[in-house]
């Protein structure tokens, strides 16, 4: 990975950041983000988003490695880390047959 993207370094504006691929390494991500980030930062392992067998768990920075292995979660997961994870009530209405927008209808 080049220099300028290595992870503690794209860590140090503390934004929000979304990490796909990297369950894998989660206590190297871990000890990355720890360099930067609180270790009370909120954080979600959000385990086949989108799919059926959707899992999200959430918890702090300083437990991440501990979530991702306790769960047994492997490469398609997406860890999040950040303010924004505790932003917002209730789950995302984005994709519900319900939810109208402009290339989509809802269904009744």
């Known amino acids: 990975m080049p220099e300028r993207e290595k992870l503690h370094l794209l860590a140090r504006s503390r934004s929000t950041m979304c990490i796909f691929l990297s369950a894998a390494?989660?206590?190297d991500v871990q000890q990355q983000l720890l360099a930067e980030y609180p270790p009370e930062t909120p954080v979600a392992a959000c385990y086949h988003l989108t799919w059926p067998d959707q899992r999200i768990y959430r918890g702090q920075l300083k437990d991440l490695a501990s979530i991702v292995h306790d769960h047994h979660l492997?490469?398609?997961?997406m860890l999040v880390v950040g303010d924004?994870?505790?932003?917002?009530q209730g789950l995302s209405e984005?994709?519900?047959a319900h939810f109208s927008h402009l290339f989509r209808k809802a269904s009744e």
Not at 84 to 88: G, S
């Open 25 to 27: 390494i989660v206590d």
């Open 74 to 77: 492997t490469l398609t997961t």
């Open 84 to 88: 924004a994870i505790d932003n917002r």
């Open 94 to 96: 984005l994709y519900s």
